[in-house]
T-cell receptor, first 111, second 113 residues
Framework: GEEVAQTPKHLVRGEGQKAKLYCAPI?????VFWYQQVLKNEFKFLIS????????ETGMPKERFSAKCLPNSPCSLEIQATKLEDSAVYFC?????????FGEGSRLTVL | QQQVKQSPQSLIVQKGGISIINCAYE??????FPWYQQFPGKGPALLIA?????SEKKEGRFTISFNKSAKQFSLHIMDSQPGDSATYFC????????????FGTGTRLTVIP
């Protein structure tokens, strides 16, 4: 597609539940990025992929967060045992080389 | 540690005025400096970007000024319009598109009619 598609738009989870978010990058883009935007608007980088390989995972809280980008499937970001502080908007972005194109985000609310 | 510092946090400008947002960075390895515009409920969208081999880039009403020695760059919005009211983020990275963007903390711009 010509835009980064993220699903779901909204997700509500109780503390301790699992949350899984999906991202379909723009066709032909080889890089995929996940960012977390918290209430104060700050963007926190989580992880990036080059095709299906992890490129940079320096921002990932590894104990509860995991991500995958498998061939012919949307990329996914999974949070095991969600905590209140995981409430945020999660953005996916893709690029071929140069500009990052962002999706509209998935808003996760942990109650 | 904030890799890119942005100011002001918020800005109110009259219609037709000039909006100026400033950013500073520390990492001299950064070679790509984009500005993103974000409307409520939407993802950030690229507005304009610059590389350190030029000191200024203009696209329509939007201009980036870049000072490599001071490690600063700024966004100027000329003839600001109410439709420009949004949050603006500066960012920086090495090797655009491959490496992660480090974002500033955002400036909420309000243009008053």
């Amino acid at each position: 597609g010509e835009e980064v598609a993220q699903t779901p738009k909204h997700l509500v989870r109780g503390e301790g539940q699992k949350a899984k978010l999906y991202c379909a990058p723009i066709k032909g883009h080889s890089y995929v990025f996940w960012y977390q935007q918290v209430l104060k608007n700050e963007f926190k980088f989580l992880i990036s992929f080059q095709n299906e390989n992890v490129f940079d995972e320096t921002g990932m809280p590894k104990e509860r967060f995991s991500a995958k980008c498998l061939p012919n499937s949307p990329c996914s970001l999974e949070i095991q045992a969600t905590k209140l502080e995981d409430s945020a908007v999660y953005f996916c972005a893709s690029s071929r080389y140069g500009e990052l194109f962002f999706g509209e985000g998935s808003r996760l609310t942990v109650l | 540690q904030q890799q890119v510092k942005q100011s002001p946090q918020s800005l109110i400008v009259q219609k037709g005025g000039i909006s100026i947002i400033n950013c500073a960075y520390e990492n001299t390895a950064f070679d790509y400096f984009p500005w993103y515009q974000q409307f409520p409920g939407k993802g950030p969208a690229l507005l304009i970007a610059i590389r350190p081999d030029v000191s200024e880039k203009k696209e329509g009403r939007f201009t980036i000024s870049f000072n490599k020695s001071a490690k600063q760059f700024s966004l100027h919005i000329m003839d600001s319009q109410p439709g420009d009211s949004a949050t603006y983020f500066c960012a920086a990275s090495k090797e655009a598109g491959a490496n992660n963007l480090f974002f500033g903390t955002g400036t909420r711009l309000t243009v008053i009619p």
